[in-house]
């Protein structure tokens, strides 16, 4: 739990089971941890959430309430107890113990105050804060998961200084001993690992934070609450703690599931309570997953010699996997808020407009925003660095569609916004400008082809997609010229909507949706599909390299991978490459629905031998000579095969809309529609049910999850597909 503010003071749970000599400390979401399952299963963004660890046999549940009051935001209460049973227990055996441990830490400013009974339990702590006034944090002693009465507990305390938030776990890990003793009455005596004395930072680091530590060591199951209380709220109206706390938990969790099927309907629409369930974890694990960062990010700027500091500052963003990715990615938010903002628009309001606030002098934003040290310590070095040349598509476009089909977007809100979206779309219009008007093409792909069976376009978001084989200025990108079609399109009805002048967008709207002047620009008629345009040859192939045998007593240098161009490149249409580029057009409903393309897409759509699995589209034909290659010998396949949900959920968008259209697809497009929705969904629902988890993608040939998890990032978007909410 934290402030959204910079250096806002965190509290925080971490756990372990005291096995012998074995310390197996949890903190962060880290998938190396292999929890069988854990995520917000109710959250509504404000108030209110209920989350899940399994962890082996150990069943955890936290929920926090929060009720408002005072001046600083008022009191919440947290984990609001819950049981920790331990599963499995043999017959004979000791009960099961744990030890929680519960803390506060601040982040460079404020101060804490520990409050000490009874040897070496910290029974509360105070503290003061620059947003939060002053406080107290109480934790109250253990219960059974009905009772009232006091478990029996060992308690141990910690107070510590850190070099940052970022260290907490380090500090408390290396302030273990095992000297301490757990001995319940009438029970054997066992050993268990206690903070016990921290050194400090090392020597010359200036230490950023004060940490307060207080272990619990008790037997499972078992119900602990931790009550917040802000020292400006005057008149409490009881302590949120036992009956008031189970009387307001109660009440929020019956708030929630009647918004939620106001919301969504999934009740309404007949599903399972299992199907249901689902639902709502996916949902408020990204709602629930959201954070708010501080820092900035390093970026190299095309005539600067080294990365340089950008503008330090906030950003408030669900991020797309809470174990792997925990921070903001650009286009991945845009799908983030097509759901949050069914949910709450001003929350959705509110994050575009720090994302928009991170905007340079150019009109560029950072594609990843790795800010502050925490959100560094997740990311290897040579992926920090952000190029102030690289776009990423631009799906703040969709975001401002939704909002303003559902009349969510009050004018003085996008009066403010405006500058900000015109800078944004001239940085696209002027930076990935293609070689013929009305053409754009993606900046920032790889340059050493040598080394690539295809060079890779990180900035189109779908990285080793495969492109034309030699990148060059005259290349056409079929994608980004759609997503500027929807951007001039939006434009415009934000023009017009302001009462601004909305000429130049209208007619970059209509030049981009004109079906002609796209065809004669990314339509393959030999391929029969629309491609991309560039520089390409089909016949390269990744070899072993070879040397001459070396001196003798030499060792033999490690042959590389290496591309080898059989037929030199030439300018054409991009072949061998079908898959969701080729869509686009569709995807983003740019064809008419007469356009006899429209039929040809949905022909590769349906077809097994391209696109059609029974658990979703794959990302690129089987009949692709890519299908399923590795790009380099540590490069697997990412998107050449799997299924992506992000984009499955604009295919059903798209077969939703050609469906109800009256033209000579509908039926087709209709039927397609039942079909794919049908599968994503029982497919994402039933790796959910066998894994635990959603994933990142889902392989094409067995439907399973893969890459990494929990990735409740656009994947939750299938809940969409549930509402039919397009
Ligand atoms: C790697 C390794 C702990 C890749 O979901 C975020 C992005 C998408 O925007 C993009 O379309 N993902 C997709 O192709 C993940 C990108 C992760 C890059 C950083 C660092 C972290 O190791």
Same mark, same amino acid.
């Given at each position: 739990?934290k402030?959204?503010s910079?250096? @806002? ?11 012998e ?6 903190h962060?979401c ?6 069988a399952?854990?995520?917000?299963? &109710?959250?509504?963004?404000?108030h209110?959430? !209920?989350?899940?660890?399994?962890d082996a046999?150990l ?10 009051g005072?001046?600083?935001?008022g009191?919440w ?13 043999? @017959? ?7 030890s ?7 982040d ?7 409050l ?6 910290? #029974?509360s ?11 107290t ?7 059974s ?7 029996? @507990?060992?308690y141990n305390?910690l107070?510590a200084?850190a070099?940052?938030?970022? &260290?907490? #776990?380090?500090?408390?890990k ?6 301490f003793v ?11 690992f ?6 400090g ?5 200036? =230490?950023?934070s ?29 302590r949120?703690?036992g ?7 109660a &009440?929020h969790?019956?708030?929630?599931e ?7 309907g999934l +009740? ?6 299992q ?8 949902f408020?694990n *990204? ?7 501080y820092?900035?990010?390093? $970026?190299? !700027? ?7 500091p ?7 963003t669900?991020?797309?996997s809470?174990s ?6 650009l ?14 628009? !001003?929350l959705?309001?509110?994050v ?8 340079n ?16 310590t997740?990311?290897? +070095?040579?992926?920090?660095v ?9 799906t ?9 089909s ?7 809100y996008?009066?403010?916004?405006? =500058? ?7 940085w ?5 400008a293609? =070689?013929?008007?009305? !053409? ?8 050493d ?9 990180l900035t189109?978001g ?21 997503? *500027?079609?929807l951007?001039?399109d939006? *434009? ?25 002047l796209? %065809?004669q ?9 629309? +491609?991309?345009?560039?520089n390409h ?5 990744l %070899?072993r390299?070879?040397?001459?045998p ?6 033999l ?5 290496l591309r080898?161009?059989?037929? =030199?490149?030439?300018?054409?249409? $991009?072949?061998g ?23 040809a ?31 380099t010998?540590?490069d697997?396949?990412y998107?050449r095969g799997?299924?992506?949900i ?12 050609y469906? &109800? ?8 497009a ?13 497919n ?12 990142e993608?889902y392989?094409d ?26």
């Amino acid at each position: 739990m934290k402030t959204r503010s910079p250096r @806002a003071p965190v509290a925080g749970l971490m756990w372990m089971r005291p096995s012998e000599g074995d310390v197996r400390l949890r903190h962060t979401c880290e998938q190396s941890d292999r929890l069988a399952r854990y995520g917000w299963l &109710r959250h509504d963004g404000l108030h209110f959430g !209920a989350q899940e660890i399994r962890d082996a046999g150990l069943r955890l549940q936290t929920e926090f309430v929060k009720r408002p009051g005072g001046r600083h935001g008022g009191d919440w209460s947290w984990p609001a107890g819950r049981h920790l049973s331990g599963g499995g227990r043999m @017959a004979g055996t000791p009960p099961a113990f744990i030890s929680l441990l519960f803390y506060v830490a601040t982040d460079g400013q404020g101060t804490l105050q520990p409050l000490v009974v009874e040897k070496n339990r910290m #029974s509360s702590l105070t503290g003061t804060t620059e947003e939060l006034g002053d406080f107290t944090v109480t934790f109250q002693q253990p219960t059974s998961e009905i009772g009232t009465t006091p478990l029996y @507990a060992s308690y141990n305390y910690l107070q510590a200084k850190a070099e940052g938030l970022h &260290r907490l #776990s380090d500090v408390v890990k290396a302030s273990l001993s095992p000297r301490f003793v757990y001995a319940p009455p009438g029970a054997p005596k066992r050993r268990y690992f206690g903070v016990d004395a921290y050194r400090g930072p090392p020597d010359g680091v200036e =230490p950023r934070s004060q940490l307060l530590v207080h272990q619990v060591t008790v037997a499972v199951p078992c119900r602990l609450e931790v009550l917040f209380e802000s020292g400006s709220v005057a008149d409490r109206a009881g302590r949120l703690a036992g009956e008031v706390l189970a009387q307001e938990l109660a &009440r929020h969790r019956g708030a929630f599931e009647e918004r939620f099927e106001r919301t969504f309907g999934l +009740a309404r629409k007949g599903f399972s309570a299992q199907e249901q369930d689902f639902a709502k974890a996916a949902f408020s694990n *990204m709602l629930g997953g959201m954070g708010y960062f501080y820092g900035h990010s390093l $970026v190299q !700027a095309p005539h600067s010699d080294r990365p340089q500091p950008y503008l330090e500052g906030p950003l408030f963003t669900a991020v797309p996997s809470r174990s792997f990715f925990p921070r903001g990615f650009l286009w991945d938010e845009g799908f983030h808020q097509l759901l949050l903002s069914r949910w709450d628009p !001003a929350l959705t309001r509110e994050v575009l407009a720090h994302w928009f606030d991170l905007m340079n002098a150019e009109g560029w934003i950072p594609r990843e925003q790795i800010l502050g040290e925490e959100a560094r310590t997740k990311v290897p +070095a040579e992926f920090v660095v952000q190029h102030s040349t690289a776009g990423n598509p631009p799906t703040f476009f969709l975001v401002l569609q939704q909002l303003l089909s559902q009349g969510a977007t009050d004018v003085p809100y996008l009066r403010r916004l405006y =500058p900000r979206l015109q800078s944004w779309y001239d940085w696209y219009n002027r930076t990935q400008a293609g =070689p013929v008007p009305y !053409a754009f093409r993606w900046r920032g792909q790889d340059q050493d082809t040598q080394l690539f069976l295809n060079p890779k376009t990180l900035t189109s978001g779908l990285d080793d997609y495969p492109r034309a084989s030699h990148p060059s200025p005259d290349e056409r990108h079929l994608d980004l010229r759609c997503w *500027m079609a929807l951007a001039s399109d939006v *434009m415009a009805r934000v023009a017009a909507h302001l009462g601004e002048p909305a000429g130049d967008y209208q007619h970059m709207a209509e030049a981009l949706a004109d079906n002609q002047l796209l %065809e004669q620009h990314h339509w393959a008629e030999a391929l029969g599909t629309f +491609a991309d345009y560039g520089n390409h040859t089909q016949a390269v192939l990744l %070899e072993r390299e070879r040397f001459q045998p070396p001196p003798p007593g030499q060792p033999l240098p490690t042959p590389r991978l290496l591309r080898v161009v059989r037929k =030199p490149p030439k300018l054409q249409f $991009v072949g061998g490459a079908l898959g969701y580029v080729s869509l686009f057009p569709l995807l983003l409903q740019l064809l008419r629905p007469e356009s006899p393309r429209l039929g040809a897409l949905l022909a590769d759509m349906r077809s097994e031998q391209q696109l059609w699995t029974p658990f979703g589209l794959r990302s690129l034909s089987r009949s692709s000579p890519f299908y399923l290659k590795h790009n380099t010998e540590h490069d697997p396949p990412y998107w050449r095969g799997p299924i992506w949900i992000n984009i499955n959920y604009l295919a059903v968008r798209a077969l939703h809309h050609y469906g &109800r259209l009256e033209g000579p697809f509908r039926e087709a497009a209709a039927a397609l529609y039942r079909e794919l929705r049908a599968n994503l969904i029982g497919n994402v629902f039933r790796q959910y049910q066998e894994s635990g988890y959603l994933w990142e993608q889902y392989h094409d040939g067995t439907g399973k999850g893969q890459g990494c998890y929990p990735f409740t990032g656009w994947s939750a978007l299938v809940l969409l597909m549930m509402a039919e909410e397009y």
